[in-house]
Antibody, heavy 121, light 113 residues
Framework: QVQLVQSGAEVKKPGASVKVSCKASGYTFSTYGIHWVRQAPGQRLEWMGWINTGDNNREYSQKFRDRVTFNMDTSASTAYMALSSLRSEDSAVYYC??????????????WGHGTEVTVSS | DIVMTQSPDSLAVSLGERATINCKSSQSILYSSNKKNHLAWYQQKAGQPPKLLIYWASTRESGVPDRFSGSGSGTDFTLTISSLQAEDVAVYYCQQYYNTPHTFGQGTKLEIK
């Protein structure tokens, strides 16, 4: 079935970097873009950006632009999100999500299970 | 950024009764070229990722029960659950995908009365 499987939970120290993977299965990876969304405890969902898996074009939220990088490995049907200079406020569950109709201005129809990132000294 | 504001923050409804959740955007999210409202509704149960219920403000995602419906246009939107079931206990979020950054409402927690 169509699914996104994310990498496991991470614990990082302030100032470190984290890389989360998102492996797609059940569909052609390059047909639909991947969004990254995070959810800090008690906070609303927060969009971090999007990668077009067809042409590797990316759009980053202004809030994260200096610290986040999206990459992908089409042969492995996997998207990656790397976040640097971590601080305690970055402790959250990070989700990847597929766009519904292959465009940045789409709803998200398939979500990964989430990767919990904890930033603590 | 477009600010999405939901009301109420929490809601308790009896089984079989109607539940209504509102969402207001700080600017119109009706796209003139396709005449569609770029508004989605998601359901998030405890410990799970969000699940898409409604997109284009009123189109039900495949497999979503028809007791869920969406309405509204421009800046004001509503999610209605016509007859609440026990499995509908969750937090519900609206999202605009008209502009980047895509933004979400603060969530409405729905419980059984």
């Amino acid at each position: 079935q169509v699914q996104l499987v994310q990498s496991g939970a991470e614990v990082k120290k302030p100032g470190a970097s984290v890389k989360v993977s998102c492996k797609a299965s059940g569909y052609t990876f390059s047909t639909y873009g991947i969004h990254w969304v995070r959810q800090a405890p008690g906070q609303r969902l927060e969009w971090m950006g999007w990668i077009n898996t067809g042409d590797n074009n990316r759009e980053y939220s202004q809030k994260f632009r200096d610290r986040v990088t999206f990459n992908m490995d089409t042969s492995a049907s996997t998207a990656y999100m790397a976040l640097s200079s971590l601080r305690s406020e970055d402790s959250a569950v990070y989700y990847c999500a597929r766009d519904l109709l292959n465009g940045i201005h789409d709803a998200f129809d398939i979500w990964g299970h989430g990767t919990e990132v904890t930033v603590s000294s | 950024d477009i600010v999405m504001t939901q009301s109420p923050d929490s809601l308790a409804v009896s089984l079989g009764e109607r539940a209504t959740i509102n969402c207001k955007s700080s600017q119109s999210i009706l796209y003139s070229s396709n005449k569609k409202n770029h508004l989605a509704w998601y359901q998030q149960k405890a410990g799970q990722p969000p699940k898409l219920l409604i997109y284009w403000a009123s189109t039900r995602e495949s497999g979503v029960p028809d007791r869920f419906s969406g309405s509204g246009s421009g800046t004001d939107f509503t999610l209605t659950i016509s007859s609440l079931q026990a499995e509908d206990v969750a937090v519900y979020y609206c999202q605009q995908y008209y502009n980047t950054p895509h933004t979400f409402g603060q969530g409405t927690k729905l419980e059984i009365k």
